[in-house]
């Protein structure tokens, strides 16, 4: 597509610590895309709290700052360099929540910043847990039976209607699902509950049935502005549902997957990115396949 002349300095919010989940795969994008930006003519200024990275390195833009990766940081250094848009997506989780959070302050708009790269829509929708599951059910998506719990009393009625433990608890908007896990026995319940609710921005958890043990696959897809998709590749965690898939050992492409359950997850894939809005740009679908039956479930 062609180079925009409307945009001139560009914020690149980048992606702090090497967790789970933010893991070093955000510092080398974040490097190709300050390098690819800087080829184009922009001016590029880089916010990251992590010195240890070659994102860091002095030449790889043209202003950095070691700062926290918070809203009132990124506020600071806006409102001082004045960039035309900002690039969130190269800070994994951390850059995408900051950059939800300010637009939902107005900040942005106020600033005259132009959020690039993705669609604030589409990160509220994929990170609301309740949201996404209605969307998903309205496109005809299998999901996991699940419902969202907002205090512990709530989740134990979700865990009640849904024939009780095990269950799996999945906070919203946060990091590399930290907070999340099974919950095997009642002594368990009241702790990872409380934990994951207080991790959640918005003080939320996703009460689901336990799938522990099914087959966990990932699709890695591309959208341009016309909306074609293709398919980067699908991943296979070598490790069953119930194992943190950062703890997992991963294979690229999949190994045991049928050609009728790829074609099924390719179409299933399509449709749920291309029903969460207009963006361009890439997107990561987990699914779970049950190895008895091959009934498929779309995860995130």
């Not at 090497?18 to 974040?30: H, N, R, T």
């Not at 512990?152 to 907070?179: C, M, W």
Request: proline share 5%; hydrophobic share 40%; with cysteine.
């Amino acid at each position: 597509m062609p180079r925009r002349t409307d945009i001139h300095k560009i914020l690149l919010i980048g992606s702090g610590p090497i967790i789970i989940g933010q893991a070093c795969e955000f510092d080398y994008s974040g490097t190709q895309a300050c390098r690819a930006l800087r080829n184009e003519g922009y001016e590029v200024v880089l916010v990251n709290s992590n010195p240890a990275t070659i994102m860091t390195d002095p030449i790889t833009a043209d202003r950095i700052y070691l700062e926290e990766l918070t809203a009132p940081s990124i506020r600071r250094i806006v409102e001082k360099e004045r960039p035309d848009a900002v690039l969130p997506t190269m800070g994994g989780q951390t850059g995408l929540n900051l950059a939800d959070e300010l637009q939902r302050q107005g900040f942005w708009e106020a600033q005259n910043v132009k959020v690039i790269g993705v669609d604030i829509d589409a990160i509220h929708i994929t990170e609301d847990r309740q949201q996404f599951r209605d969307l998903m059910e309205e496109i005809g998506v299998d999901q996991a039976r699940s419902q969202v719990a907002r205090s512990l009393l709530e989740a134990k009625e979700v865990i009640q209607s849904l024939g009780g433990l095990p269950v799996v608890i999945r906070p919203s908007f946060t990091l590399g699902g930290a907070g999340g896990g099974i919950i095997w026995s009642p002594r368990e319940l009241e702790r990872k509950v409380m934990r994951g609710l207080e991790l959640s921005p918005v003080h939320e958890v996703l009460v689901e049935e336990c799938v522990y043990g099914w087959k966990e696959f990932e699709l890695e897809l591309l959208r341009d502005s016309n909306e074609n998709v293709i398919i980067i590749c699908t991943i296979e965690n070598v490790d069953p549902m119930g194992v943190h898939t950062g703890d997992s050992v991963t294979v690229a492409p999949s190994q045991t997957l049928t050609d009728k359950q790829f074609q099924h997850m390719r179409d299933t894939a399509i449709r749920m990115m291309r029903s969460i809005g207009t963006f361009a740009g890439g997107c990561n679908v987990q699914f779970g396949i049950n190895p008895v039956d091959g009934r498929m479930i779309a995860i995130e």
